[in-house]
C-alpha cells in the first residue's frame, strides 16, 4: 500500500507543477524532452546487474515509451478538435484498458465491492469532467485512439509486472523514457517544434522527478496489490488530492457537480479497498 500511497503523491505533484507552468511554457514538447531526459538518468540509477528478461524489459519499455508520448500528441490534436472537456474525460478513461487486460489476460477477478468501487470511479471521473454543452465531439475516432494509447501505456506497466523480470524493472524504465526522449528529440530536429528554452528547461526537470517516481512506485504496487485495485485507486485518488490542492493553493471554486463527483470518489476508495 505504500508504494501505491507514494505513486498517487507523486502524480498530484506532476499535476501540480504542470498547473504552475501555465502561461510560462510555450514549447510543451522541449518541456517533455528535458523531463524524459532526467527520468531515464534517475531510471539508470536504479539498473541492477545481469541479463536475465532484459530483451523482454527492453521491448516492453520501448511500446511503453511509444505510448506515452503519442497519449500526449494524441491529447493535443483531441483538445483542438473535440475541446478539452472530452479530451481529458477520455484520457482519464483510459484506465478502462488497464482493467480489461488485467481481467481478461491476466485472470484477475474483482469482487462485487470492487465492481462497485470500479463503477463509482467511472462515474465520478466522468461528472469530474463533464459540462452540459460541451460534449459534442468533432472527431470520435481520435478520442478512442487517446483513451487507447492513454490506457495502453498504464497497462504495459501491469504487462511487464506479470511477464517480466523484477529485477530488470530499471532497465525497463530506463528504456521508456528514453525512448520518449528520443522521439521528442527526433520531433524538435525535424523542425515540428523548438528547442527549449529557460522554462522549458526549469520545469522539465520539476516534473522529471516526481514523473519517475509515480512510475516507479506504480511498478511497486503492481507488485503488491491487484491491478484492478491499483489502477481505479491511483487514477481517482490522484483526482482528489490534486483537486483538494487547487482549492487549498489556486483558490479554485468546484461546481457543484464537481462536489458531487468527489463525494462519490470516497466510497469508491473504500469499496475498491474492501
Known amino acids: 500500500m505504500l508504494n501505491l500511497l507514494l505513486a498517487i503523491a507523486s502524480s498530484a505533484l506532476v499535476s501540480l507543477t504542470m498547473r504552475l507552468s501555465g502561461g510560462k511554457i510555450r514549447n510543451n514538447i522541449a518541456m517533455l524532452m528535458v523531463n524524459y531526459l532526467l527520468c531515464a538518468g534517475l531510471a539508470a540509477l536504479y539498473i541492477t546487474p545481469g541479463t536475465a528478461g532484459l530483451g523482454f524489459a527492453a521491448g516492453a519499455g520501448l511500446i511503453n515509451g511509444v505510448l506515452y508520448l503519442a497519449g500526449f500528441v494524441l ?11 472530452l479530451s481529458s474525460t477520455f484520457l482519464k478513461l483510459g484506465l478502462l484498458v488497464s482493467m480489461v487486460v488485467s481481467v481478461a489476460f491476466f485472470g484477475e477477478r474483482p469482487g462485487l465491492s470492487q465492481w462497485l468501487g470500479f ?18 465531439a468533432g472527431n470520435a475516432l481520435g478520442l478512442i485512439a487517446l483513451l487507447l494509447a492513454g490506457g495502453g501505456g498504464d497497462a504495459m506497466s501491469k504487462v511487464f509486472e506479470e511477464l517480466g523480470d523484477p529485477a530488470r524493472s530499471g532497465h525497463f524504465l530506463l528504456v521508456t523514457f528514453l525512448t520518449a526522449f528520443l522521439l521528442c528529440a527526433l520531433w524538435i530536429g525535424l523542425g515540428k517544434a523548438g528547442k527549449p528554452g529557460k522554462w522549458e528547461v526549469i520545469f522539465g526537470l520539476a516534473i522529471g522527478i516526481p514523473n519517475f517516481f509515480s512510475a516507479k512506485f506504480l511498478l511497486g504496487a503492481l507488485q503488491d496489490i ?28 468546484l461546481e457543484k457537480r464537481q462536489w ?10 473504500v469499496l475498491l479497498n474492501i
Open 260 to 269: 458531487l463527483a468527489l463525494a462519490m470518489i470516497l466510497p469508491a476508495l
Open 119 to 136: 463503477g463509482l470511479a467511472v462515474a465520478a471521473i466522468v461528472l469530474m469532467n463533464f459540462r452540459p454543452g460541451e460534449g459534442k
Open 226 to 253: 491487484a491491478a484492478v485495485i491499483v489502477y481505479p485507486v491511483y487514477s481517482v485518488a490522484t483526482i482528489l488530492t490534486v483537486t483538494l490542492a487547487g482549492i487549498l493553493f489556486f483558490r479554485e471554486k
Open 75 to 85: 491529447l493535443q490534436q483531441n483538445v483542438r478538435t473535440n475541446g478539452v472537456v
